[in-house]
Structure formats: C-alpha cells, structure tokens
C-alpha cells in the first residue's frame, strides 16, 4: 500500500486507533485486578489484625502472656516478611510486643509516615521491612481506656502482591497482543473488502481508456453507483462533444474554401498582373495554413475520444503496399518488420497519416529502398503506460543537424522541387503531440536519414 493510498489512511487510522484503545484498556484493567489483589491482600491482613486485637481486649491475662501465632506459620520464622506489632503508647516509655519473625527490629508506623484514618478507623500502606522488602501494612489505634492504649501492626510480603500482578500484565499483555494482531487482520482484510468496488471501478476505466470497454459495466455498491453513472454520463458528453467538434470543422471548412476558390479563380484571370500574382501567391499561403489547422482540429476532435485502439501491423502493411505502388516507376523497396503484439491508443486514421507522411517522404528522397520497423516497448517508469516506436530509415543522403531542425518546423522546405506543400513533417510533430508522443531524426543504419515516431501503446 502507497503512502498516499485511501487503503494505507484508513488502515493507519484504523490500527492507531486499536493501538490507543488496547493501550487504555490494558492499563485499565491492570489497575483493576491490582486494587481486586491489594483488596484480598488487606482482608487477610484485617483478618489478623481483629484477632490481636481480641487477644488485647482480653481482661485479666499476665502482661508477659505470649501471644499466638495467629494460625500463620511464617510469623515464627525470623525475617519472614511476615509481622506483628503491638505498642502500648500511653506509658512514658512505649512498651512493645512482637511477633517471633521480626526478631529484634520493629516495624515504622503508617502514622508517623502521613497516613490518614479510613473510615474503617484503620491506615493502610506500603512500608520498608527489617529486610528491605517492600510490606503491605495494616495498623489500627486502639483505645481500652484503664487498660491502656494501644497501636496494633500486622504487615506482610508486598511481593505477593506485585508477583500476581505482574503475572497478570503478562498474561494480558500477551492477550491483548494477539487480539491486536487478529484485529489488525481484520482490518485488513476489512480494507480491502470494502475498497474493493474502488478497484474494480479504476481497472473499468483503463479498460476503457484502453479500448477494451467502452462504458463502466456490471454492479457497484450503492456508495460507487453514482459514480460510475456520473462517469458513464460523462463518456458519453465528451463522444457528443466531440461528434459536434467535427461537424463544426467540416462546416468551417467548407464556409472558407469556396470563398478561398473564388478569390483565386478570379486572380487567375488576370495572372500576368503582378497584383493578381500576389494574391494567388497568398491565397496559396493560406489554403495551406487553413488545411494544416483544420486538419490539427479535426485530429485534437479524434485524440479526446477515449478508448480507441488500433492495431498497428496491418496498417503498417497497407502502407507499404500503398508507397510501393506509389513509388514503382523509380524502384523503391518498401520493407516493413513490425510487432505482432504492437497496438497503438488512437485512431487507425491517425496512425495511418503519420506513418504515410513518414514513409512518404522517404520515399520521395531515398536511393532505392525504405526500411520500417514498429517495435512495442514496456513502460519506461511506474507511472507511464506501454510505448509504441515506430522507425523510417531511407538510404538516401541523410540530413545535417541543421537541416533536420529546419524539415521539422512549419512549411521549411530544403528541396522545392520535391512534391508537396513541406508540411508534412510538422503535421507528423503536431499530431504526435496531441497523443503525448514525439518525433526525432537521426541518421539511418543504412545510409540515410532515420524517422523515430513514439507513440502511446498498450
């Protein structure tokens, strides 16, 4: 997909968006499941706390009365992770009882760290064990009145805690990876499906450009429909417009040569009058100036339309048939090679009048033979289409640099007794043009001079 595709701009979208959503969900849900852990963490914590809490209400037991291990084995083994803590905080000196596992340390107090009363009338947080390890902490005030004061402390292995919920981050980050692939699929395909019709219209319209079709066939989806009739609308003005094009020429035509036939009937009247000889010298200049631009009209009319194709070697052939004849009384050999496959974007009466002059004006200057070669080329870059060559070669004297450039311009002629009006070589420029080729001259291979005509192909 390009850059600057529709396809590459919705998949794009489509996958930031799926990034953006998995992200926030991913976070969302990992807090979630770390508040459900800390959650079940803390009841198991307010669990012992309420039973050393119990244990100091109790009237009537020896100060130095040892307490139980609470049913948890771990708060007898030192530096466990697991602790106890009762302090009685109404003596000037505090007295402290712990449980076996913290040993000789204590534990810090929640208070003394900033941390607020819940309504529960506990603190809860993360504090710094006797080993370095992170503890989850539960303490409650409690208040006997003649019995005392008392900060009640249980505190337990935070890496419970941060274990599940990096076991969980993995377990759903590898999920939601998955899920990111498999929509990410989808989208694709989705994509593709849904431009599909797109597609479909584009190749349409090649074929239509190429002479395969003449109008957008079959199905679209109701979003594309009124395109494709738009389109077919359009097809069918621009063959009106064109139709009239060509009528208003052939009337233009006619409007201008008879008056023009007057004028020069008239002045070959007085003929020996140099004033007469004058207009029928520019009434000459004119008629060729008016058949060139009308004949350019009347082909720009043919180039707009779209879809025409012509074969190119039987034309080709025909021609060579038609200078040979032309040209028997002087023994010209009119030899043509061309590409079978070779097929030219344009009108069959086009091509023929391009080649002809071509072939003609070899004709007219070679020794003794004409060699025409058509040669069907693969798109040079991504963004042109197939190319057509088509190469005159004569072996007649050839031209200059200078000359070649003077034979392409407009009514230049190097040779008037040659037969023609010399337009025929800028009739073949301009013509070549209005199609999007081109036309050099060389030297021929065979003594010569060569003619390259390049021309749009399929």
Not at 439 to 454: K, M, N, Q, S, Y
């Amino acid at each position: 997909m390009r850059a600057s595709s529709l396809a590459t701009r919705l998949f794009l979208s489509a996958t930031a968006w799926l990034v953006v959503i998995l992200a926030i969900t991913g976070v969302v849900l990992s807090s979630v499941y770390k508040n459900a852990t800390e959650r079940a963490f803390d009841r198991r914590l307010n669990l012992y706390l309420r039973t050393l809490i119990a244990e100091v209400a109790t009237p009537d037991e020896p100060p130095d009365r040892q307490f139980q291990s609470l049913g948890e084995p771990l708060f007898e083994l030192p530096l466990s992770g697991w602790y106890w803590q009762i302090t009685r905080t109404d003596t000037e000196k505090p007295e402290v009882r712990s449980s076996r596992s913290l040993w000789d340390k204590k534990l810090p107090k929640l208070e003394e760290q900033g941390v607020e009363l819940i309504a529960a009338g506990i603190r809860l947080g993360y504090v710094d064990g006797p080993e370095g390890q992170t503890l989850r902490m539960v303490e409650r005030p409690v208040d006997l009145g003649a019995d005392g004061k008392f900060l009640v402390s249980v505190a337990g292995d935070a890496t419970e805690i941060f274990d599940e919920t990096r076991s969980f981050d993995y377990y759903l980050g590898g999920t939601f990876t998955a899920l990111g692939i498999v929509l990410l699929l989808t989208t694709i395909f989705q994509v593709r499906f849904g431009l599909a019709p797109l597609k479909r219209i584009s190749e349409a319209i090649a074929d239509i450009r190429s002479g395969r079709a003449e109008r957008l066939e079959g199905e679209f989806p109701v979003e594309i429909a009124p395109l494709a009739r738009e389109t077919n609308a359009l097809i069918e003005a621009n063959r009106e417009i064109v139709e009239r094009a060509r009528t208003h020429v052939g009337n233009l035509a006619h409007a201008i040569k008879t008056p023009l036939s007057v004028i020069v009937n008239e002045a070959g009247v007085h003929a020996a009058d140099p004033f007469a000889a004058k207009v029928m010298e520019q009434a000459d200049v004119m008629r060729d100036q008016l058949a060139h631009h009308l004949e350019r009209a009347r082909i720009a009319a043919r180039v707009s339309i779209v879809g025409t194709v012509t074969e190119v070697a039987p034309a080709i052939e025909a021609l060579r048939r038609t200078m040979e004849k032309i040209h028997r009384d002087r023994g010209i050999v009119v030899e043509a090679k061309a590409d079978s496959a070779a097929k030219f974007r344009g009108e069959r009466q086009d091509l023929e009048e391009m080649v002809g002059n071509l072939v003609d004006n070899a004709c007219k200057w070679a020794a003794s033979r004409v060699f025409i070669e058509v040669l069907a080329d693969a798109p040079g870059k991504p963004d042109t289409g197939p190319r057509l060559r088509i190469i005159v070669d004569d072996d007649g004297r050839g031209l200059s640099e200078a000359e070649r450039a003077q034979v392409a311009r407009r009514g230049q002629r190097l040779d008037e007794s040659k037969p023609g009006s010399g337009l025929g070589l800028s009739i073949v420029v301009d013509l070549a043009a209005l199609y999007g080729g081109s036309l050099t001259l060389g030297g021929a291979p065979i003594g010569g001079l060569r003619a390259e005509l390049v021309l749009p192909g399929i």
